[in-house]
């Protein structure tokens, strides 16, 4: 049986909160309310000041998050070894993680590119006019799609986190609770 980690499963679990929810509140909310603006040039530039107030935050979630992670791991370790399902389980978030966190960067540089090229104008955040260049058009299509990627896999991996916290329940508890020992 592990010991409390209450510091690194809290950092675990507030770093992939906010890397969640600030993804889904992004697709959602900020790129949703600035497709709304008058001027076409305006929505993208607006999306990415906002975007650009929230990469900090999003970055120190997602290294919050993943401090918290190697602490579990670490934490873990006899258990790890023991629990073939625990095991598969981290196996899973860690590559989840990784392939979040790329896409995460990803999504950050299309960000880039999209405010570069704001004058062009766009139907939507993600939805470009019909005179966009092929570079902000690509970008845009691509954004469109990462915009509802991350908030999956994030959530996916919270869904994983729960499963992985009841694996940790403890057996003894259970069997005391139905009167066998």
Do not use: C
């Not at 509140?25 to 990415?48: C, W």
């Not at 996916?156 to 916290?165: C, D, E, Y």
């Amino acid at each position: 049986m592990s010991s409390r980690n209450t510091v690194v499963r809290s950092m675990h679990d507030l770093g992939l909160a906010a890397w969640f929810g600030g993804t889904l509140m992004g697709a959602v909310g900020l790129n949703g309310a600035t497709a709304e603006a008058k001027d076409p040039r305006e929505r993208l530039h607006l999306s990415s000041v906002g975007w650009a107030k929230w990469a900090p935050v999003q970055f120190v979630a997602i290294v919050v998050h993943g401090i918290g992670g190697v602490g579990l791991i670490n934490g873990n370790k006899s258990r790890l070894a023991g629990q073939g399902e625990a095991r598969s389980n981290t196996t899973l978030k860690l590559v989840l993680t990784g392939v979040a966190g790329v896409a995460s960067l990803y999504s950050g540089a299309l960000g880039r590119t999209i405010d570069k090229h704001a004058e062009e104008g766009g139907e939507g955040v993600t939805e470009p006019t019909a005179s966009a260049s092929k570079k902000l058009a690509a970008a845009q299509r691509t954004q469109k799609v990462l915009q509802w990627v991350l908030p999956l896999l994030t959530g996916t991996l919270v869904v994983l986190a729960a499963q992985q916290g009841e694996q940790q329940r403890p057996l003894s508890g259970l069997l005391h609770r139905r009167g066998k020992r």
